[in-house]
């Protein structure tokens, strides 16, 4: 509020100054014109006074405009000041803002045709190839939960998906859309990977079902 109060009260004080400098100029140019008649109409003694006078009037409607130019120039460095500091407010608030809703979406879309593309799970009729089922239900889950944790892990994605920053959101796409597990053996690794774990959980589940 201090602030706003300040700023008003500066605002009208330039105001002030360009309206004297203003009215400062107009006199000096009004004094200027009748000088100009007092010479061509008055006696020859006078004249050399007259041209000193009119000299004087001169500098004084000169250094009015020179005030005059130095308030413009103040302004103008004012509003360029802030200018820049709003567009350091604008380019704070774009790196600290988070994807929305469409590039949420951008980002599930392109896991789910990445890992169908590194494992060639096809489609018909919008459901799973039959030729593309027993490949889906092993591994399509695994490679999926993969793709999001390398992408967090290897790329500037957010903790979850939808806290990746907008300033990161094309940087993110490209590295999914290119991506194969980052561990030893890539693809065929990461299948056999979850060949062992499955063979695991079926080991627990069995000895647990014999008790």
Request: aromatic fraction near 6%.
């Amino acid at each position: 509020m201090i602030d706003t109060i300040t700023a008003l009260v500066e605002d009208d004080d330039d105001k002030e100054k360009e309206k004297d400098n203003m009215d400062n100029v107009d006199r000096a140019a009004e004094l200027a014109t009748s000088t100009i008649g007092n010479v061509e109409d008055g006696p020859g003694d006078n004249k050399i006074g007259t041209l000193v006078r009119l000299a004087e009037l001169n500098t004084a409607a000169i250094n009015g405009l020179s005030n005059q130019m130095g308030l413009v120039n103040d302004r103008i460095d004012e509003l360029s000041r802030k200018f820049d500091n709003h567009d350091g407010r604008l380019v704070v608030l774009e790196h600290n803002t988070i994807v929305n809703r469409a590039e949420k979406r951008q980002i599930r879309k392109a896991v789910m045709n990445r890992v169908n593309t590194l494992l060639g799970i096809e489609f018909e009729g919008g459901r799973v190839a039959d030729g593309s089922v027993v490949i889906d239900q092993l591994y399509r889950g695994g490679f999926i939960s993969r793709c999001y944790t390398d992408a967090k892990n290897h790329s500037k994605m957010g903790e979850s998906y939808g806290e990746t920053l907008k300033t990161d959101f094309n940087e993110v796409l490209e590295y999914i859309e290119s991506w194969v597990p980052e561990v030893e053996g890539g693809k065929e690794g990461y299948m056999h990977y979850l060949d062992i774990r499955r063979e695991e959980r079926e080991k627990t589940a069995k000895k647990h079902n014999e008790r």
